[in-house]
């Protein structure tokens, strides 16, 4: 029986589990957070990967000289511990036992003379220059270079089967092999292998490839098998805790936001790609920053959204374009992306080298309260990104996306700072410190950000809305029953088919997620003719995970938002601490007044906000916990 074969019914488990869970009452609190909490990566990985600079033409003394660079620029000491290997690295699967072999030939050292060839002697040295060390592989048969691959630099060799390299059918005999054998800390694991080898794909059909009925259709979520995804990583968590007694690993998802993981991939992996691959180019940098940008409560300390590898040493991110290499980077770190580099460090210049190595950006990235930066200012031409960090302080960013000048306005009110107290801020690309009151004006070159700390009073005195600590709030249950389409993300030319076919058209699903101070169809937050400047918004029938740090309080004004189209629909609020009901509300239809929701949350460890509305089919309206905050 093929391992397809068994996935059926595996699928079928998944929707009937998932039949299980509603009528057991997915809103149903559960006193625990649910987003990922496997392996470790509390902070953003930080490292360097292979792929970028060498695709599959990947070898020992490339990856090593990268990983010298890293410790002779002072890099490592900042913080890039990752040394990852992607795609190019083996030459074939064994047919008798199924065990993979190395492509020994760029990697000498994996000839110990002992048997078949080991990565163990390179981890090793990579442990002991003070490094953790990843591996690449696939969910499906084939990797992705063997799909989409325009050449054979690297490819797996040998018959149909000696060639079916990935995860599919060997996901525990792989782990181990991985983990517990080679010494590997990490793993990629992308997704060509069940999304490129339909029965009536060319590389099927000329017999170079076995047929795998695809999981994954990139420009279409309706026809993607999702609870079979999950399944297969599901899978591969089970063996990454099976083989790792140590709990010391690092899972990337790397589906390209695609099968709805923009939603999901947070309770699932360390880091999940939000977008296709990243290139060289600007407006590539756009799509995948905007795939990121808007998904803040998606984002935690052991997840992180993942908006693709920096590729800055290359393109309009070279050395020619500082300016775009320091937005690019400056980006990156303020939503908590990971910093992984994927230049050939031997041969980068010092200018990109000090952009890495920039200090003051490495901290905002790596904060420990893990909260992604918020859009404070939203439009076509600037944005302002605001980012709470752990000692009470502010990053701001400053990013102007296109080709002309702006003359921007930073307020107090886009940093929750008092307006009638002073601001300080310090620049963190020239160490320049100034303040202001009320606000400031900047001119912002084309494709310039400004970053800055900046240091206030805050506005609200005694706490923290939720808006400003996405890093502590979990959408376990969003309300989101048919994933759509996120237009918000710019539409750039795919460097791999250039203008070909019909365009790139909205693809990434995550229309209607939850919102930090904007309604899930990013529209103000309004109830009952009430603005709230701070909130959450959320489709109703959701319920929202908060970590409480300490404080006693929870307050927000709730109601149904002013831009549902149903007015009819009726929705209720509940307010839970630790799984217990502590307040709730009657239920409220749009136009109603918005009412107060507040509770003593002294003492409770994980607070959640449900929302239900009886008898919505489809996605519900949505819904908005105004002014939502916990108090001192």
């Known amino acids: 029986m093929t391992l397809f074969r068994r996935l059926l019914p595996l699928a079928a488990l998944c929707a009937s589990t998932a039949l299980s869970a509603q009528t057991a009452d997915p809103l149903a609190p559960t006193g625990r957070w649910s987003a990922y909490q496997g392996g470790r990566a509390d902070l953003p990985p930080m490292g360097w990967n292979s792929w970028n600079a060498f695709q599959t033409e990947i070898d020992e003394e490339k990856l090593l000289g990268s990983a010298q660079r890293i410790i002779d620029t002072g890099l490592a000491k900042k913080g890039y511990s990752h040394i990852n290997i992607d795609d190019g690295w083996w030459l074939k699967r064994r047919t008798g036992d199924g065990k993979l072999i190395i492509r020994a030939d760029k990697f000498p050292s994996a000839r110990t003379g002992k048997g078949d060839p080991s990565f163990r002697p ?73 999304r490129a080898f339909a029965a009536d794909e060319e590389r099927v059909t000329s017999g170079r490839f076995r047929a795998l009925t695809p999981l994954i259709d990139q420009t279409s979520i309706t026809r993607s098998n999702v609870p079979a995804v999950k399944a297969l990583f599901s899978d591969i968590n089970q063996s990454l805790v099976r083989h790792n007694a140590d709990g010391d690993y690092m899972l990337s998802l790397c589906i390209w936001g695609s099968a709805n993981v923009r939603a999901w991939g947070k309770d699932v992996g360390n880091i999940s790609r939000t977008s296709d691959d990243i290139s060289a180019h600007w407006a590539r940098m756009l799509t995948n920053y905007d795939s990121a940008v808007r998904r803040a409560f998606y984002a935690h300390p052991g997840s992180w959204n993942d908006p693709d590898m920096l590729f800055i040493g290359a393109g309009d991110f070279d050395a020619q374009h500082l300016t775009e290499a320091r937005s690019h980077f400056a980006l990156w770190a303020m939503m908590n992306a990971p910093l992984l580099i994927g230049a050939d460090l031997r041969t980068t210049p010092k200018a990109l080298i000090d952009i890495f190595g920039n200090a003051e950006l490495i901290a905002l990235n790596q904060d420990p309260a893990g909260n992604q930066a918020v859009l404070a200012f939203d439009s076509s031409e600037l944005q302002i990104l605001v980012k709470t960090l752990a000692n009470g302080e502010k990053a701001v960013a400053l990013f102007n996306r296109g080709l002309a000048p702006v003359d921007a306005v930073l307020t107090a009110d886009h940093l929750k700072f008092r307006s009638d107290r002073t601001v300080a801020l310090t620049d963190l690309w020239s160490g320049a410190r100034s303040d202001f009151t009320k606000e400031v004006k900047f001119k912002v070159a084309p494709r310039q950000t400004l970053v800055f700390r900046a240091a206030g009073e805050r506005a609200l005195a005694d706490g923290l809305y939720l808006s400003e600590q996405p890093g502590s709030v979990n959408p376990a249950v969003d309300g989101t029953v048919h994933p759509q389409p996120d237009h918000n993300v710019y539409r750039s030319i795919p460097g791999w088919r250039g203008t070909r076919g019909i365009g790139e058209r909205p693809i ?65 609020f509940f307010l839970y601490g630790n799984g217990k009901l502590l307040a709730s509300t009657p239920p409220m239809r749009r136009g109603d007044a918005p009412r107060s929701l507040a ?28 002014d939502a905050a916990l108090r001192r």
């Open 122 to 194: 390179l981890t090793d040295r990579l442990h002991a220059m003070g490094f953790k060390a990843g591996i690449y592989s696939d969910l499906g048969r084939n990797s992705c270079s063997q799909a989409y691959s325009t050449g054979p630099a690297q490819l797996p060799e040998g018959n149909v089967a000696e060639r079916e390299v990935g995860l599919y059918g060997h996901i525990d005999q792989d782990i181990r092999l991985f983990f517990a054998d080679w010494g590997f800390d990490a793993i990629k694991v992308d997704g060509c292998g069940i």
């Open 508 to 572: 990434y699903a995550g229309w209607g997620g939850a919102m930090p101070d904007a309604t899930p169809y990013d529209q103000p937050l309004f109830v009952g003719g009430k603005g709230f400047a701070s909130g959450v918004g959320v489709l109703a029938n959701s319920r929202l995970e908060v970590r409480n740090k300490g404080f006693a309080g929870f307050a927000a004004s709730v109601g149904v938002d002013d831009s549902a189209l149903d007015g009819a629909q009726s929705v209720r």
């Open 599 to 626: 509770a003593d949350v002294k003492g409770i460890d994980l607070i959640e906000l449900v929302t239900r509305a009886e008898g919505a089919k489809g996605n519900a309206v949505p819904v908005t916990w105004g």
